[in-house]
Structure formats: structure tokens, C-alpha cells
């Protein structure tokens, strides 16, 4: 089972940026399809995107896409999260996610991911 550390959460204005990482270890880290979401208080947790083990392809949320960007480094077993133009929408805890199905069908769907992180908060202020 691997496990997921995220950091990198804090305050920041709208229109600013902020970037997170996660930190995975136990498993085959390039083996796993790393994902992100979050849950803004009172909402479910809601996909926000992924980076596939295999090729490294990227899939976003229609709510972020333009403005965040996933990343992954094997070597470090790291994928991070570059959030810009941050809104006060995108206040939430920030989880990042594991899926060590070796699949090449990418839904985004929660009960994919077999790991999660403990979350880092992001607030956006106004």
C-alpha cells in the first residue's frame, strides 16, 4: 500500500498561484496513476485531475483547466499540482490520490483510487 503525503496548502489572493505536491511511498510509484481532488466544505469530493502512469497524459476538471497543471517525477515519487489564477471557488482540501489498476481507461471516478493522501488546505481569498 503506498502512502501519500501532500504539502504546499496555504492562503493566497485570487489571481494568485499556489503549488502543491505529494509526496508517495511503499509501491511502484511509476506504476500508479496519480490523481487530485478536493472537498470544499459541505460539498463532496470532486475530481480535479490526473497524470497516467504509462504515458504521463494529463486530464482536468472542466472548472480548472487552463489554470492548474499536473506534473509527476518517478524518480522522486513526487506529483504536484501547479494551481494559477486561483478563485475563491477553488478554497478546498486538496487530496492527492493513487491508482495502481494499471489501467488505460481514465474516468476521474473516486472509487478508482485505492490511496489517498491526508489533504492540505487552500484558501483563496477575495
Known amino acids: 500500500q503506498v502512502q501519500l503525503v501532500e504539502s504546499g496548502g496555504g492562503l493566497v489572493q485570487a489571481g494568485g498561484s499556489l503549488r502543491l505536491s505529494c509526496a508517495a511511498s511503499?509501491?511502484?510509484?511509476?506504476?500508479?496513476?496519480m490523481g487530485w481532488f478536493r472537498q470544499a466544505p459541505g460539498k463532496e469530493r470532486e475530481f480535479v485531475g490526473l497524470?497516467?502512469?504509462?504515458?504521463?497524459?494529463?486530464y482536468y476538471a472542466d472548472s480548472v483547466k487552463g489554470r492548474f497543471a499536473i506534473s509527476r517525477d518517478n524518480a522522486k515519487s513526487t506529483v504536484s499540482l501547479q494551481m494559477n489564477s486561483l478563485k475563491p471557488e477553488d478554497t478546498a482540501v486538496y487530496y492527492c490520490?493513487?491508482?495502481?489498476?494499471?489501467?488505460?481507461?481514465?474516468?476521474?471516478?473516486?472509487?478508482?483510487?485505492?490511496?489517498w493522501g491526508q489533504g492540505t488546505q487552500v484558501t483563496v481569498s477575495t
Open positions: 490520490a493513487a491508482d495502481s489498476r494499471r489501467s488505460i481507461f481514465y474516468t476521474g471516478n473516486r472509487a478508482d483510487f485505492g490511496s
Open positions: 511503499g509501491g511502484t510509484f511509476s506504476t500508479y496513476t
Open positions: 497524470i497516467t502512469w504509462n504515458r504521463g497524459t494529463t
